[in-house]
């Protein structure tokens, strides 16, 4: 069965940095195209940052390039979220999503995704 679990979440001040963390378990992440999506209270769902299995492609909303990177580490089986610079607009719940549909690239929509973590709460105030 397909399971994540998303850490890394909380309070910071704008300017602030955080590290999210999307662990797999049951299932080899690397086969998998990721992506981390967010949603504010309010707002509709959006695609932050997206990498591929096949192709290393990588790819990020246009509202937080230059600010935020997305990695791998197949070692530990885990998909990061670096957030630097943040800002309060940056404040919402983060997913993350999994797909084996796409044959190259990514994608910041949700549908191809079929697989969703639980989500974590990012905070940034003052």
């Known amino acids: 069965q397909v399971q994540f679990v998303e850490s890394g979440g909380g309070l910071v001040q704008p300017g602030g940095s955080l590290r999210l963390s999307c662990a797999a378990s049951?299932?080899?992440?690397?086969?998998?195209?990721i992506a981390w999506f967010r949603q504010a209270p309010g707002k509709e769902r959006e695609g932050v940052s997206c990498?591929?299995?096949?192709?290393?492609?990588?790819m990020y909303g246009d509202s937080v390039k230059g600010r935020f990177t997305i990695s791998r580490d197949n070692a530990k089986n885990t998909v990061y979220l670096q957030m630097n610079s943040l800002r309060p607009e940056d404040t919402a719940v983060y997913y993350c999503?999994?797909?084996?549909?796409?044959?190259?690239?990514?994608?910041?929509?949700?549908?191809?995704?079929?697989?969703w973590g639980q989500g974590t709460q990012v905070t940034v105030s003052s």
């Open positions: 999503a999994a797909t084996l549909l796409l044959f190259k690239g990514c994608a910041l929509s949700e549908p191809p995704y079929n697989y």
């Open positions: 049951g299932f080899t992440l690397d086969h998998y195209t």
């Open positions: 990498i591929s299995s096949r192709d290393r492609t990588i």
